[in-house]
């Protein structure tokens, strides 16, 4: 007993001798920025940017037709009563970056191989795969094919693959299969930014950028906050007195 | 007089913060008229966390049936503003402010609201 307590005590101290002759290393600086945290576009703010006004937009005929006909929730031509917006008609996902523009807040996970958004809206997510090649022929989704690769201190973000049926905000603003987005992402402070480049050669003229902000937001849990088509025609029943032409949970 | 017209230019910039919370709300420009406030004391006959957006009923007369039926924000963004799925509850005698709906419907969507210990609530 009293030798094993020797051993262990010259072992002790061979150890704490070598750690105060050698420096403990520095660990490594991470190799790109942390984007990683819960972040927000407050209602309201000024700040956190947004998309351009509609005539601001080089839509093309077709798409200029098509915003014209819909009927949105918010907006100058708003209709809720009527709305055609499939978020709210169907309770479809908003889609990519519609659900970004949303005022609720998303937390971003960044690994080596994946940064990943997860909204507390609807409990959506997207995945951006890191440095692997775009899918040559992805299926069309609700938040579309991410790759991203970094440039220096900013992540950019190459993505296609989005279904049609989707509106990119709130006031109706078309696009089709072949939507690409370009954004790159990258920390303004204590904010993260994302400048997103819209390409859609069958909506707009030529591409043309949105600028949002992010605030940082309070960490922590994430809410279950799923919204349901039963939900919608409960509240249309309740408020506008609209009856639900399908069975609705209560 | 310049301070009086700091505390209007305030009291608008406030006011608009409050109205852009309730714009919020899907529909709300159609639905309700967002240009008037009633402030009433009423009972709370049922109060509903659920999406899209929160349900308060009140009875102005201490009833038990709903007689004007009242929405809040969606449960993650009032949640920030203080309030919980046990904030109120049936039978509470509250004050609320809110936006009255348009054409005589009876509804509402709320602005602020007073609950029975006094403590005040924003939506």
Redesign the interface.
């Known amino acids: 007993m009293i030798r094993h307590l020797v051993t262990f005590s010259t072992a002790a101290a061979l150890v704490a001798a070598a750690a105060c002759s050698k420096p403990a290393a520095a660990p490594p600086a991470p190799a790109h920025p942390n984007l990683s945290g819960s972040w927000v576009r407050p209602?309201?703010d000024r700040e956190v940017g947004g998309l351009p006004p509609v005539n601001e937009i080089p839509l093309t005929p077709w798409a200029a037709a098509k915003f014209k006909a819909e009927r949105p929730?918010?907006g100058e031509n708003?209709?809720?009563?009527n709305?055609t917006d499939p978020s709210?008609r169907y309770a479809d996902p908003n889609g990519y970056p519609r659900i970004s523009l949303h005022?609720?807040?998303f937390k971003l996970i960044q690994t080596d191989d994946y940064v990943y958004q997860l909204w507390?809206?609807n409990q959506n997510w997207r995945q951006i795969a890191l440095n692997v090649p775009p899918d040559p022929d992805p299926a069309l989704t609700w938040y579309g094919n991410a790759v991203g690769k970094w440039e220096g201190d900013t992540l950019v973000v190459d993505s296609v693959g989005y279904k049609d049926s989707t509106w990119l905000d709130a006031r109706g603003l078309p696009h089709t299969q072949d939507l690409h987005l370009v954004e790159r992402i990258h920390r303004m402070g204590e904010n993260l930014a994302f400048d997103v480049t819209f390409e859609d050669p069958g909506a707009f003229t030529k591409p043309w950028t949105a600028h949002l902000i992010f605030k940082p937001a309070?960490d922590g849990s994430m809410?279950e906050?799923?919204?349901?088509i039963s939900?919608?025609l409960?509240?249309r029943e309740?408020?506008?007195q609209q009856k639900a032409a399908i069975p609705i949970r209560r | 007089m310049r301070s009086r017209v700091i505390c209007v230019v305030a009291g608008t910039v406030a006011a608009?913060?409050v109205c852009?919370?309730a714009?919020?709300h899907?529909?709300a420009?159609?639905?309700y008229d967002l240009s008037k406030e009633t402030t009433i004391k009423a009972t709370v006959t049922e109060y509903v966390w659920?999406?899209?957006?929160v349900?308060i009923g009140i009875s102005p007369n201490g009833g038990t049936t709903t007689e004007l039926?009242l929405?809040l924000g969606?449960?993650?963004?009032i949640?920030?503003r203080g309030w919980t799925s046990r904030s109120v509850k049936p039978g509470d005698v509250v004050t609320v402010t809110f936006h009255p709906g348009l054409r005589g419907a009876k509804?509402g969507v709320v602005m602020k609201l007073i609950t029975a210990d006094g403590k005040e609530l924003r939506a």
């Open positions: 209602l309201g929730a918010a708003q209709d809720f009563a709305t709210l005022p609720m807040r507390e809206y309070p809410t906050n799923i919204y349901t939900d919608e409960r509240f309740r408020f506008l | 608009l913060l852009t919370s714009l919020a899907h529909g420009a159609s639905i659920t999406n899209p957006h349900e039926l929405e969606s449960p993650p963004n949640r920030n509804i």
